[in-house]
């Protein structure tokens, strides 16, 4: 089991260029990536998407990929020699035809126009796909490493719930064993010519036909609900849309048991039971 909640980072450096990848997860109903790539990397945003999906199923990823280049080694300075030599020559022409002393000083080199120029150095196109794959690969690992931490403790909670719950339906059995009990016993006699028919709640009189008051196949199908829900847990799939499913079966037999039964002994545990399937469903907004 894994929550839907958690945050994973990793880096590499590759031939002077740091990329670092960070992702987190949040809750949501279904797989909702949201990506922010450097303009770089947009050729690798669909490989990017397809190994999320991969790895995880459900929940809203926002994940912010980052290239730093190293500023001593992304640029490089570099001199246009054919226009310094044509500089030179134009110098030396001067030089002659105005019969001028001397020669150009080396500091001259740094005021002529476009002599030198800046070039941004492109980086290893294949080298840093591997780079940005590799950390990526490692950022989603600890992501998945902390679903799983805090998937463990939300199933510790579940699992308590799901005790509580099997309590209820434990004492709900014991009601509707007690109200079959009561069903079939036969009518107390009548005294001195008058007919006292026995007060069953929810039954009918001395032919022992069930109007309302028979929960017991609900109580069944509601211990073998609670008991599926143990199992779920222990699932290594995802399981959220799964247990949310089961505690819509186990909402319906409460509510049948509660309409078949009114009695308040029943209604009583009837709503501890919703109290805790409230607590699981609660939960389960942050289980993948």
Do not use: C, W
Not at 177 to 195: D, F, L, M, S, Y
Not at 256 to 271: D, F
Request: charged content about 30%.
């Amino acid at each position: 089991m894994k929550s839907m909640t958690g945050y994973g980072e990793a880096s590499r450096l590759v031939r002077g260029t740091k990329i670092s990848v960070q992702a987190r997860s949040l809750n949501h109903r279904h797989l909702d990536l949201q990506l922010r790539v450097p303009r770089e990397y947009l050729s690798f945003e669909e490989e990017i998407r397809k190994m999320i999906r991969e790895k995880i199923s459900r929940g809203r990823i926002e994940l912010f990929i980052s290239r730093y280049p190293d500023k001593g080694r992304a640029r490089k300075l570099e001199m246009d020699a054919e226009l310094l030599g044509q500089y030179l020559a134009s110098m030396r022409q001067a030089k002659r035809k105005f019969k001028l002393a001397g020669d150009p000083e080396l500091s001259l080199l740094s005021t002529l126009p476009d002599l030198f120029h800046v070039r941004e150095v492109e980086g290893d196109a294949a080298a840093e796909r591997q780079g940005l794959f590799g950390a990526l690969a490692n950022a989603l690992s600890k992501l998945e490493a902390s679903r799983e931490r805090e998937g463990r403790q939300l199933k510790a909670d579940m699992q308590a719930q799901i005790r509580h719950l099997t309590r209820v339906a434990v004492a709900l059995a014991a009601r509707a064993e007690e109200t079959v009990n009561r069903i079939q016993r036969p009518p107390a006699p009548a005294r001195n010519g008058e007919n006292f028919a026995r007060p069953d709640e929810g039954v009918t009189d001395s032919l022992g036909v069930v109007l309302k008051g028979d929960i017991n196949e609900e109580v069944v199908r509601l211990k073998s609900h609670v008991a599926a829900l143990a199992v779920v847990l222990h699932e290594k799939e995802p399981v959220g849309k799964k247990i949310d499913f089961m505690l819509q079966e186990v909402q319906r037999e409460l509510n049948t048991i509660s309409s078949k039964a009114p009695q308040l002994p029943v209604v009583q545990q009837v709503l501890e039971g919703k109290e805790r399937v409230e607590k699981i469903r609660e939960q389960t907004q942050n289980i993948e």
